[in-house]
């Protein structure tokens, strides 16, 4: 009798440890996933920017310097999310949301570049990214979350500790950009 108490013990723990492991596993490819979303938007978003910044120049009384700082933090966005670096992917994105408010700033004082077509379709395709980046971003970090509160309630901690599950960080963002919007700097008054 006592045989098949511990037998029916040990089945019970081992159907225990499978359950967490396979439900880690799930976890982390929720992360995994999540960040591919990202990195798929970030991508057309850099793929998009250089055709915006291409019809600003052809006004040539388009300020440089603002098209100089979005395509320089464009630059950085790529290079973060290549080495899947959230910290540095974090600012890249405050800057280069930055670079991309300056155009539509400076846009206003140009009716004939607002009036453009182009220009139009193309600021219309990137504000639809930045929604659904910024969709996508809290679908990651609520992955993370779930990720890292699993791997430490217990008993999933033990599990998780013996097969190797960390934890990931989150995905945040600088005081500039979590920050009201100082509207006179934007418009340069």
């Not at 799930?26 to 910044?53: C, F, G, M, Y």
């Amino acid at each position: 009798m006592s045989k098949i108490l511990v037998l029916g013990l040990l089945t019970v723990v081992a159907i225990w440890a499978v359950m967490a492991y396979n439900g880690l596993v799930t976890l982390k490819h929720n992360v995994s996933k999540a960040w591919a979303n990202i990195d798929v938007l970030l991508k057309q978003r850099h793929d998009e920017l250089p055709k915006l910044v291409e019809v600003c120049k052809q006004y040539a009384q388009f300020e440089q310097s603002t098209l100089e700082k979005v395509m320089q933090a464009r630059s950085a966005v790529f290079t973060a999310s290549q080495s899947r670096n959230i910290e540095a992917l974090g600012n890249a994105e405050t800057q280069l949301r930055s670079g991309i408010g300056q155009i539509n700033a400076v846009a206003e004082a140009y009716p004939e570049l607002k009036a453009n077509e182009n220009f139009r379709h193309l600021l219309g395709r990137i504000t639809d990214l930045e929604n659904t980046i910024a969709d996508r971003r809290e679908f990651y970090n609520e992955s993370v979350n779930l990720n890292n509160v699993r791997i430490e309630h217990f008993p999933d901690t033990v599990i998780a500790r013996l097969f190797g599950f960390g934890p990931f960080k989150l995905l945040t963002f600088s005081s500039a950009q979590t920050g009201d919007v100082d509207m006179g700097k934007l418009f340069g008054s």
